[in-house]
């Protein structure tokens, strides 16, 4: 590929991932505003686990569709119409009087947002070559974060002085100008490129290649971590964390945003570090299986450590946030599997089970936590927290063991492929 190429491509990426920003922040938001929501819609843990698992449910269930569109009409398409629906739901969302309106304009943002990863991962994989693509998901990630930045320490700044919703006004206001840079520059593949000249699939070849990606033998394995990695961890850093650190060690809503602000802060940190490290280590997996047995050995301590300093607790979030990164490494093996005609759909599939995983933990983290008798002031007792983290991490450990049994794809291996 030319330089003068390779910086269109780059620009390419770096827009997907600005637009990506409000996908993070609206996802994140609720871990700080969290308690406010449920003082001032009345409602209890079970109703704010299932708002918040509501975006990543209509997030998983627009996957496998999408996947099928980006392998037919191609990512800059199918982010552009799919972002439109993202901004209706945000400003449904921001306008909502009442919880089912919350609950539908998430689920909309859900659906809309869930574009933007693999979206942008596909294009990656068509503009640059393979051993660069875990370097640029993570770039596409990282940039992506501040979106969480955001919805740290500056949403709490700002929601204590004018309220949430006039924050989440602004954001559907960045969210729609992004509909029009995506719409402007993105290209969904270089001059020349196979995908470019090809023939429109029929719907009957569209369902025969998502049945071959999900007959692929190492893909279960892979889904295992998938489904399991970002859903414990998420729960923690995008909806808990932020409850648990106020209600059990006595922070304040800035305090517990600051806490929060260094987890997504050590995650961006994460991403560069993670990121090349495939090409480094030559392997995908043991970093991957590395990366998710240390987070389940952190929310071990935080479940069996009974009482433990404040110190402990912010030392865990925030290392949960750096190890968080290594999830990058599951989606990158996951791509190595599937062919570049089923990169659309292979990846679809992948995340399906990431943002799916993530609907059930944070649906079924709030049962978990409303099963125990609450303080008389309704705030959530530690053993309930405790609780909680040992069961997430009970479910990591098991998801690594199953996933232990895929075969590793290795750069060096892949490039040589490329190659011949």
Same mark, same amino acid.
Request: glycine content about 10%; some cysteine.
């Given at each position: 590929?030319?330089?003068?190429?390779?910086?269109?491509?780059?620009?390419?990426?770096?827009?997907?991932?600005?637009?990506?920003?409000?996908?993070?922040?609206? $996802?994140?938001?609720?871990?700080?505003?969290?308690?406010?929501?449920? &003082?001032?819609?009345?409602?209890?843990?079970?109703?704010?686990?299932?708002?918040?698992? !509501?975006?990543?449910? /209509?997030?998983?269930?627009?996957?496998?569709?999408?996947?099928?569109?980006?392998?037919?009409?191609?990512?800059?398409?199918?982010?552009?119409?799919?972002?439109?629906?993202?901004? !209706?739901?945000?400003?449904?969302?921001?306008?909502? *009087?009442?919880?089912?309106?919350? #609950?539908?304009?998430?689920?909309?943002?859900?659906?809309?947002?869930?574009?933007?990863?693999?979206?942008?991962?596909?294009?990656?994989?068509?503009?640059?070559?393979?051993? &660069?693509?875990?370097?640029?998901? +993570?770039?596409?990630?990282?940039?992506?974060?501040?979106?969480?930045? #955001?919805?740290?320490?500056?949403?709490?700044?700002?929601?204590?002085?004018?309220?949430?919703?006039?924050?989440?006004? /602004?954001?559907? =206001?960045?969210?729609?100008?992004?509909?029009?840079?995506?719409?402007?520059?993105?290209?969904?593949?270089?001059?020349?490129?196979?995908?470019?000249?090809?023939?429109?699939?029929?719907?009957?070849?569209?369902? $025969?290649?998502?049945?071959?990606?999900?007959?692929?033998?190492?893909?279960?394995?892979?889904?295992?971590?998938?489904?399991?990695?970002?859903?414990?961890?998420?729960?923690?850093?995008?909806?808990?964390?932020?409850?648990?650190? $106020?209600?059990?060690?006595?922070?304040?809503?800035?305090?517990?945003?600051?806490?929060?602000?260094?987890?997504?802060?050590?995650?961006?940190?994460?991403?560069?570090?993670? /990121? *090349?490290?495939?090409?480094?280590?030559?392997? &995908?997996?043991?970093?991957?299986?590395? /990366?998710?047995?240390?987070? %389940?050995?952190?929310?071990? =301590?935080? !479940?069996?450590?009974?009482? *433990?300093?404040?110190? =402990?607790?912010?030392?865990?979030?925030?290392?949960?946030?750096?190890? @968080? !990164? @290594?999830?990058?490494?599951?989606?990158?093996?996951?791509?190595?599997?599937?062919?570049?005609?089923?990169?659309?759909?292979?990846? %679809?599939?992948?995340?399906? +089970?990431?943002?799916?995983?993530?609907?059930?933990?944070?649906?079924? @983290?709030?049962?978990?936590?409303?099963?125990?008798?609450?303080?008389?002031?309704?705030?959530?007792?530690?053993?309930?927290?405790?609780?909680?983290?040992?069961?997430?991490?009970?479910?990591?450990?098991?998801?690594?063991?199953?996933?232990?049994?895929?075969?590793?794809?290795?750069?060096?291996?892949?490039? $040589?492929?490329?190659?011949?």
């Amino acid at each position: 590929m030319s330089p003068q190429l390779r910086r269109r491509g780059l620009i390419i990426v770096v827009t997907l991932a600005t637009a990506y920003v409000a996908s993070h922040f609206f $996802r994140a938001a609720n871990v700080t505003i969290g308690l406010d929501l449920m &003082r001032d819609l009345r409602i209890g843990p079970e109703a704010l686990g299932a708002l918040t698992g !509501a975006f990543f449910l /209509g997030f998983s269930v627009m996957q496998i569709p999408c996947g099928f569109f980006f392998d037919r009409y191609g990512p800059r398409r199918t982010i552009t119409a799919m972002l439109l629906l993202a901004v !209706a739901g945000a400003a449904i969302f921001t306008l909502a *009087p009442s919880w089912p309106m919350l #609950l539908a304009g998430r689920a909309l943002m859900g659906a809309g947002f869930g574009v933007m990863l693999i979206g942008s991962m596909v294009v990656i994989s068509r503009w640059f070559p393979p051993d &660069r693509f875990s370097t640029l998901s +993570s770039m596409v990630l990282s940039i992506g974060l501040i979106g969480n930045l #955001l919805a740290t320490t500056p949403l709490a700044w700002v929601t204590e002085i004018t309220g949430w919703r006039d924050v989440f006004g /602004g954001a559907v =206001v960045f969210s729609a100008l992004a509909v029009i840079a995506v719409w402007l520059v993105v290209r969904d593949a270089p001059p020349g490129h196979p995908f470019l000249q090809r023939a429109p699939e029929s719907p009957v070849d569209m369902l $025969r290649g998502l049945i071959a990606v999900l007959r692929n033998p190492q893909l279960p394995f892979i889904l295992a971590l998938n489904f399991c990695n970002y859903a414990c961890t998420f729960t923690v850093q995008g909806l808990w964390g932020g409850p648990f650190l $106020r209600e059990v060690h006595g922070m304040s809503l800035i305090a517990s945003g600051n806490v929060l602000l260094g987890a997504v802060m050590a995650y961006q940190l994460g991403m560069l570090v993670f /990121g *090349p490290m495939d090409r480094v280590l030559n392997t &995908r997996k043991w970093i991957a299986i590395t /990366g998710s047995s240390t987070i %389940a050995v952190v929310l071990g =301590v935080l !479940a069996l450590w009974s009482s *433990p300093p404040a110190f =402990v607790a912010i030392a865990a979030i925030v290392g949960i946030g750096f190890l @968080s !990164a @290594s999830s990058t490494m599951i989606m990158t093996h996951g791509r190595a599997i599937f062919p570049d005609h089923l990169i659309g759909r292979g990846m %679809a599939t992948m995340n399906t +089970s990431v943002m799916l995983g993530v609907a059930c933990m944070q649906s079924l @983290s709030g049962v978990i936590l409303g099963a125990f008798v609450a303080h008389p002031d309704g705030g959530r007792t530690e053993l309930a927290y405790r609780s909680l983290f040992g069961f997430m991490s009970v479910v990591l450990l098991v998801a690594v063991t199953i996933y232990g049994r895929a075969a590793d794809v290795r750069p060096t291996d892949e490039m $040589r492929a490329r190659v011949t």
